[in-house]
């Protein structure tokens, strides 16, 4: 399966097909919902069709347009049991930091494109009801009605996970990442070391055939197993 990116050069927002009904991997940041909704009228998808939304997790860039997407379509979100307090408050929480150099000027960049306070619309409480936590016996009724794996991936957050397709596509948020800001595949915030290194080991260990990040191209397993072996979070410049 290719996934349709419905995103901006900046976050990938991922759309593919369900056993029941379309599923969208997060939103993109506040404000770009109308340029969302246009691309997805373009792909001849009525907005009742979007049945589902899959949090990778709770930062203002995954879930900074939410709301509207739960007020147009009658979707519910699948997410962390952890995500929905993030989601009240509308703000990612102050924990953690770059990992290395290259993501510690990635950060300052961010700042200086007007993107340092990483704020988003925090969820009404008259949606609350369309969040399901991933927990328990209504996680594995999912998992079977959707065809898919949720992965737990925790490290750049506590509430961080993935999903996998019977395909083998992987769709990991920001548990790993492409492109020019980050190095050697490697996130440029961390809250968690230890369960970073190890949601990795998760993910290789789940065999997919394509990670899909919520930040630039497609990666390979065999990419990933290489950057693992020299993987190292405590670089500063």
Request: charged share 25%; aromatic share 6%.
């Amino acid at each position: 399966m290719r996934p349709i990116n419905l995103g901006t050069p900046a976050v990938n927002t991922y759309l593919f097909p369900t056993l029941a009904g379309y599923l969208l991997v997060d939103t993109g940041y506040s404000g770009g919902e109308s340029a969302f909704f246009r691309r997805l009228s373009r792909k001849k998808i009525d907005l009742n069709e979007l049945q589902w939304v899959f949090l990778t997790h709770a930062h203002d860039d995954h879930a900074g347009f939410l709301n509207e997407v739960l007020l147009r379509t009658r979707a519910r979100v699948l997410l962390h049991p952890l995500a929905a307090e993030r989601l009240r408050r509308g703000k990612n929480p102050d924990i953690g930091g770059p990992p290395n150099g290259r993501a510690a000027l990635a950060c300052k960049a961010l700042k200086l494109a007007g993107r340092g306070k990483h704020t988003f619309p925090p969820l009404p409480r008259e949606l609350e009801n369309r969040l399901i936590p991933l927990e328990g016996q209504r996680r594995r009724e999912l998992e079977s009605n959707l065809g898919v794996r949720f992965l737990d991936t925790p490290g750049h957050t506590a509430d961080s996970v993935s999903l996998l397709t019977e395909d083998g596509t992987c769709f990991c948020g920001d548990a790993v990442m492409s492109g020019p800001l980050a190095r050697r595949h490697v996130t440029i915030w961390v809250e968690d070391p230890a369960a970073y290194r190890a949601s990795w080991q998760t993910l290789l260990a789940a065999a997919p055939r394509m990670l899909y990040p919520g930040h630039g191209g497609p990666i390979a397993p065999a990419a990933l197993q290489r950057d693992l072996l020299r993987l190292r979070l405590e670089e500063r410049p």
